[in-house]
């Protein structure tokens, strides 16, 4: 049976889905783009983003499935609106990103993709070649996104829907499935003369409209970044220790984003949107696991998190964390016993020489005892 673009989208709304697109597995229109960030190192640690072979993949989707026809794009808000919004900014909180506030949305989406590619081989009557991904792909999703009429790519690089913003998880299927018509690709940018996200950035990770500089970002180097964060940054962090929202929420786009209908992507409390410094601090594997566990944050792990938190106190810079921050020049992980050096370089300044200058003494690790020269240098 010939599948209609309509019988498509219709099983994507009853499925859950927000947004669907259809657009015939072509380059997409943005890869120049994307090779000339590549070239400028923009992508910094995200190595995979550079990889050849992974490369050679973005560049054209057959080389991920020989016989790749189609892409059919999803799009399932999480949008949901916290009420106390001051909390989010109080500095003795770490604040997380919206789309980690639930439960982890790789398996939310993917479960429900599967379901639909298996409806698609069963629908068709065929034995289509279908994959499905959610982030795993080496796919530039967003661009593909916008030829599917999705919404527009806007100068913060997200992708906007006109009349939902941008506040939606993106999954695709790509299938050898020939359709007789696919959707048109939306317009190419709707920011016009805006330039809102451009000036909000805490970092200046923009360079120029529509380019990310990764190794500047927040999102980036509180999720991506395994190693230690650029000295200069951290004051620019704010309290963010997972993600950072802040280029899309002040998109005039956002105000049309409706509270999503997805019971598991709304926040089960306080804990899950901006818990407290001084629980992260003391946290240990285990009771970090209880606090984040089934959602995104724990894919990070403690150590980052808690090395997120250590400068998140550096910015907070109340006496509150000091024994906390203390215990932690022991912490077996020597990434978070530097950046708990400097955060209470920050909090205590000269009064945490002794404290810092016993470290160095004790210390074995070079990054360590290079970060406590810089200090107290
Ligand atoms: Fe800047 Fe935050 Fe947007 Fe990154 S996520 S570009 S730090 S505003
Ligand atoms: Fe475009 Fe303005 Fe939104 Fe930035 S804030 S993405 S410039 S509309």
């Not at 901006?274 to 601090?281: E, N, Q, V």
């Amino acid at each position: 049976m010939a599948l209609r673009l309509s019988d498509v989208k219709r099983k994507a709304r009853d499925l859950g889905f927000n947004l669907c697109g259809i657009t015939p597995a072509r380059p997409s229109p943005t890869l120049a783009a994307y090779l000339r960030w590549i070239e400028r190192g923009m992508q910094g640690a995200m190595g995979y983003m550079a990889r050849p072979d992974r490369v050679k993949r973005r560049q054209d989707l057959r080389e991920i499935m020989p016989g790749a026809k189609t892409l059919i794009l999803v799009g399932l808000d999480y949008y949901a609106r916290y009420a106390a919004e001051e909390t989010l900014h109080d500095p003795s909180r770490g604040r997380i990103a919206a789309y980690a506030w639930g439960l982890d949305y790789h398996r939310v989406l993917k479960l429900r993709l599967e379901t639909f590619a298996e409806w698609l081989a069963e629908t068709s009557g065929g034995a289509p070649a279908q994959k499905v991904y959610v982030d795993t792909g080496a796919i530039l999703e967003r661009s593909h996104a916008q030829q599917a009429g999705l919404g527009f790519i806007g100068k913060n690089t997200m992708l906007i829907h006109p009349r939902q913003g941008s506040y939606f998880f993106l999954g695709e299927i790509l299938t050898s499935l020939e359709f007789d018509d696919y959707d048109s690709p939306h317009r190419e940018s709707m920011c016009g003369t805006c330039t809102r996200c451009l000036a909000a950035c805490p970092t200046d990770a923009f360079p120029e409209p529509f380019v990310l500089d990764a190794r500047r970002c927040i999102s980036y180097h509180t999720i991506e970044n395994q190693g230690w964060i650029d000295r200069e940054l951290r004051p620019d962090f704010g309290n963010w220790i997972f993600g950072c929202d802040i280029c899309m929420d002040v998109c005039p786009f956002q105000r049309f984003a409706e509270e999503t209908d997805e019971v598991a992507f709304l926040p089960l409390d306080l804990d899950r949107v901006a818990p407290r410094l001084t629980d992260i601090l003391m946290s240990n594997e285990a009771s970090f696991r209880a606090m984040f566990r089934r959602t995104p944050v724990e894919r990070v792990r403690r150590e980052r998190i808690v090395r997120n938190a250590c400068i998140a106190a550096g910015n907070w810079r109340n006496e509150q964390a000091i024994p906390h921050l203390i215990q932690l020049l022991y912490d077996a992980s020597a990434l978070v016993r530097g950046h708990a050096a400097w955060a209470l370089w920050r909090t205590m300044a000269l009064d945490s020489s002794k404290l810092l200058s016993d470290l160095h003494r004790r210390e074995d690790d070079a990054r360590v005892r290079g970060e406590v020269e810089a200090l107290l240098g």
